[in-house]
Every structure is written in structure tokens, then in C-alpha cells.
């Protein structure tokens, strides 16, 4: 069986933990076995199983980019059971992981375009790779100019902060709008939901791309304000989730209709969603 | 396509045979419920079975199946795969329903990525099918095409023929080696045994109770998506998910660990869209909250779903399902309802 088992994960070391957030980590993971580390290639907006053995395994986006290829990067959220063993990790850990599944953000259609990234809470991590990627010094060029529309519940709700106020904002052709949700006394910058948010900065459709993820219901009004401001529902992009345990379009569980999000997704266009059964 | 006769007495000592060689998995009766089940002795299998509760499908895809066990020693962790069995097995008894629910699974399973436990499987068994003897007031079979007396997808295939014989069809290249392998318990093929073949299968035919049509049903039931209809349906409805276990084309299964952090195993085992946990997640949001929603889940997978993503019939009209609800929830129903809906 050795030679290709696709449930069969591979071993591999947590070799740093950041903390990004009261519940979310981001780990990051070597594979044991540096030809699988030099053989892993993965697309912005894919997904992996991470596991912790005796406890199980769950489905977190890569939030590393792929042209980084000296390490994976996922953020998790403690929520249940895997999820809070992979927290009480400590750097050294042996984990498992399988993947990389699914389809990905057009980053090909995306060529010579602009982009809006618009992220809530740990909704920015399946994005991260994606803006990484095209400011990788190999790809800057064959994008636009890059717009950032973030929030979080509070300042310490944000993740990725190093990136979101330093390395992203100094970038050119970067531009990036934080929000939370409610005024602090240190926060000088925006207050007010992310939707209302992309209301006040009101980005234009010409030319551009949009990603979007975040809890749903942030989703479902941005999308709406979006539409306000002409943007095409075959531009907009997001991500489903669904239960997931195979990855790979067998254990039946991630379906809506007849897509399942493992294969067919996480992925998905606005035009795409909007003929698919509301089972999500 | 090769065929030769084999009488009754004969087939008992070819099945010794096939124990003696093979492991063998056939049709046998519990207490008088009928399981497929390893043998040793052949006068235990039934040779003309029936239907099963549980669909021979647990041979490819069994009910719980260890993937992998893993073992921590200090810095190490190592994950051992399962070895593959030493011996072929030979699966004997299989009806053209459960036969053609293969052919349901292989589309899943060996789609890439191919699943390495089923595909191992797979290849590593000898289809022995058996033409029906009779029919069972659920069987709707011909509603797929499929013959209660045709072989397809089975290696050899056996029609009791009468007067202590069989027909034996020679279907695929597995198949005949088996036949050169045991030639000297087969007869040459005999004037008049085709046609008691062809006459069995209008004589069973003719019994299947109720006969409904499914073509061109599935590009249509995008348009009773929203009926009230699977609400009204699913009033019924216990959500046992005992359709879906007893059903020989479901393949949803779970992953689990069973062990501790130092040493265990990773298991998967069969599961159901039927089942509220199916599709919860841990924020407490679950897209089919509704049972009406998982009800109708499981039908447009076998009437719709199935077709779309495979291009094949997601249902082999075996039955099972409609014999075994609590509540006499019947998918000939269900068609014929939906026939009159889109
Ligand atoms: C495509 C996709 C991408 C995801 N990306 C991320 C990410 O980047 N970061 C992050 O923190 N979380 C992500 N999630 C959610 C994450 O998978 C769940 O939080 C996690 O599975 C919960 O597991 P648990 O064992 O801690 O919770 P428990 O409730 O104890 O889980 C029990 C079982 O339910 C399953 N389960 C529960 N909720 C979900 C869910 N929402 N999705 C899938 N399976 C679930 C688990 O597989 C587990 O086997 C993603 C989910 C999907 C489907
Ligand atoms: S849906 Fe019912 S009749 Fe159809 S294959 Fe499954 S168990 Fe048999
Ligand atoms: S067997 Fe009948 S009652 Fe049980 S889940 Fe299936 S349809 Fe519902
Ligand atoms: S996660 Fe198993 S089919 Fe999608």
C-alpha cells in the first residue's frame, strides 16, 4: 500500500508555536523527512489534515504561502477536541499531516489585476497565503495593487499583527483598513463592523478580484455591499466549511449538493454558490 | 463470453476447493438471517441466497476498518500501515444488485485519489455472482436495467439452471483463470441452458411487485429542492440511519483514534448523512440542522447526487432500505412522488 495511500499522513515536527490571539495559534510544522518538506507544493487557498495522534485529526487551511518551503504554517482556533490538544502542544510535538486538498483562489485568473482581500477574525488565514504569495518578490509583477479590509472582535482578536501593521501597510501597492468591533482606549484606528467598513472605503469593482472569509454572516452583508458597489459575483471569491474527516472525496461528508468541498472547494465564486443548495 | 455447466454435487467440491486455496466469504444463514460471512465447511452456504441484511459491500469497505497504528518511543513516532492480506479471497453468492452497487463504489473509491484500503481489496477479490432464485416484494432491480440473472461485474457467474445444474459464465479475464485453474469440475455447456436462463429471468421479472421509471429524473429534481414535500416526509422519519447502513451503495464512513497518545490505532467506520452529528460543527452551526434536510440529503444523493458527480445511479433497487424502515419509508415511493413533482 506504502507507495500511495492518501489517508496514510505524514510524520512531522511543530517546530515553532506564535501566538496570535487569546484562542488561536499558528504552528508551525516540519515534515520529518526533508524530501517530503522539498516535495510538498501547495496552492493559495488549500487545505491540509493536521493531526494529533490518540486524539484525532481535523482540516485547517494552510495560512503559510507556498513559496515559503521551509516550513507549513496553520493557524487553528481552540474550538474542540483536536483543536485543544493541538494547543496544549509544545515546540518539539510530533503532528500529522495529509493534504494538501482541495481547489484554490484563481490566482492564475487573477493575473494582471487588482485584488481586495476583506478578512474577519481567523477568516484572514486561508487569505494570508494568498496576498504572501503575490508579494513574493517572483509574482509582485504580475499583480495590481493589493486593498486590505480587516477586523477583529478587539485589537487582541486580530491576527497575523506583524504583517497587518508592518510588513503588509510598507509594502508598495499595499493598502490595508483594520477595524474591531468595539472602541479601546490604545486602539486609534477604525471601530465598526467589517461590512460598514468596506461601505466607508468604498473599493471600485474595475479590474479587481475579491476574497472573502470570515464568520457568515460577515460574509453574507459584505457580499450585499459589494453588490452596492458593482461588483461582479463571478469576481468574488470564499471559502465553505463543512465537516471534513477523508479530504479526498470519499467519506461523503462535506457535500453540498453534488460539490464536495474537499474537491470541488473550499473555493468557491460567488456565481458557483449561488447554485448550490443553502446546505452550508 | 465462454460458459460452461457445472453440476450441483461438483459445485460442493469446487467451493472445498476454493476454502482450501482461498479464503472464502459466502452467504450464510444465522439464526436464520442471512450474512455474508468467512466459511470452512461448504455445505454451510446457501447457494441460492436472497437477500442479505447487510450488503456484501463490507468486503471492499468494511463496517470498521483499522488505517494505521501509530507508536511514540521518546522522540520517535512511528505510524505502521496494515499489511495486505496473504491469501485471494473469493467472494461467492453476490446478486446482480450487489454486484452492480461495486461498480457504485468503484466510482468513489478509485476515483483519484484512489483509496489504497478499498482498492487493495479490490483487487484482491474474485467476484462469484449468483442469478436470483426469486423475488422479494422490495426488489425493483430492472428500474436500473439490471437483470436478476445477468452477471455483470462478477468474475464467473452462476444461473441454476435446474435438474442440478448451473450455468457458468465466464466474464473476465480473472475469471477464466479461475475456470483453467478448476477445469476438471466444469461440464462443456449444454443445448437449452441459455435458454432457461433467458426463461428464469422473464418468469422473475414478471414478479418484481412495482415498477417505476427513473430516466431523466435526476437533471430534474433540482426543481423540488425546496418542496414542502421532504418535510411532510420526514414526519415519518426516526432518523435511525438504518437505510443508509443496510444500503450496498453508501460509502459515507468517520475517521477515529482509538488509544492512547503513546500507542492506538486509526480507524474509519461506516457513517450517516441521516445523523444530526454528521454535519455539526463545533461553533454549533449545522447546514442539515433539520432532519427534512438530511432525508432529503440521502435521496438526492441516491437520485440526483450520485448521477452528477459519477455518471452513474446512485441506487441498484436492491431493496434493503425498504424492508427494513421502521416506518415503511419506500424510495419506489419517494420516485413516483417526486416523477409527479418535477
Ligand atoms: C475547509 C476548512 C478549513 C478550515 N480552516 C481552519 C483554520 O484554518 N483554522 C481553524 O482554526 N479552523 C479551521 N477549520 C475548522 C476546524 O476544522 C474545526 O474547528 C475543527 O475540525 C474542530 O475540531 P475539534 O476536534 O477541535 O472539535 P470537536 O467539536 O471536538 O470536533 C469533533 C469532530 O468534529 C469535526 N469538526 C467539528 N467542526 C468542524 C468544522 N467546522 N469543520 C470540519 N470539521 C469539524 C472534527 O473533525 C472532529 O473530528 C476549517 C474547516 C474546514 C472545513
Ligand atoms: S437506496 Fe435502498 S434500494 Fe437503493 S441501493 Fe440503497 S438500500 Fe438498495
Ligand atoms: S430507515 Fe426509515 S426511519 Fe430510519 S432513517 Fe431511514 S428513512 Fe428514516
Ligand atoms: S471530506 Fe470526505 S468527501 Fe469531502
Redesign the interface.
Known sequence: MGVSNPLLPRVATVVDIIRETGDVNTFRVVFDDLEEMAAWNHRPGQVAMLSVFGVGEATFCLSSSPTCRDWLEFSVRRAGKVTTALHELEPGAKVGVRGPYGNSFPYEAMRGKHLLVIGGGIGLAPLRPLVNFMLAPENRKDYGKIEIIYGGRSYNDLCYKEELFRTWPEAPDVTVWTTIDVAEEAWQGHVGFVPAYVEEVKPTPEDKFVVICGPPIMIKFTVKALENLGFAADHIYTTLEMRMKCGIGKCGRCNVGARFVCRDGPVFSLTELNQLPQEY | MDSKIIKKEKLLSLLERFIADYHVLAPVREDGVLFYRPVDIPGDIELNPGRSVLPPKGRLFPQTEA??G?R?EGEK???N??V?EERQVVLFGVHPCDLRSFAVLDA??L?E?????FA?RRNNTVLVGVSCSSVLPECFCTTYGISPVEGNGADIHLTDVGAGAYLVEILTPRGKDLLQKFESFFEDNVAGAAEAKRAKEASLVKKISLQVKVDGLHEKMASI?ENPYWEKLSRRCLGCGVCTYVCPTC???????D????E?E?F?CW?S?LFRE??????G?N??HALA?RLR?RF??KL??NN??YNTEGCVGCGRCVALCPVNIDIREVIGTVRGLV
Open positions: 488505517l494505521y501509530y511514540v513516532l512511528t505510524l500501515e496494515y495486505e468513489v473509491f476515483e485519489p484512489r483509496d489504497a484500503y487493495a429542492f460509502h459515507c464512513f468517520d475517521i477515529m483514534d488509544g492512547t497518545k503513546e492506538g486509526r474509519r457513517d448523512c454528521y454535519t455539526l460543527h463545533t461553533s452551526h447546514p442539515r434536510q440529503n438526492f444523493h440526483s447526487y452528477q458527480r
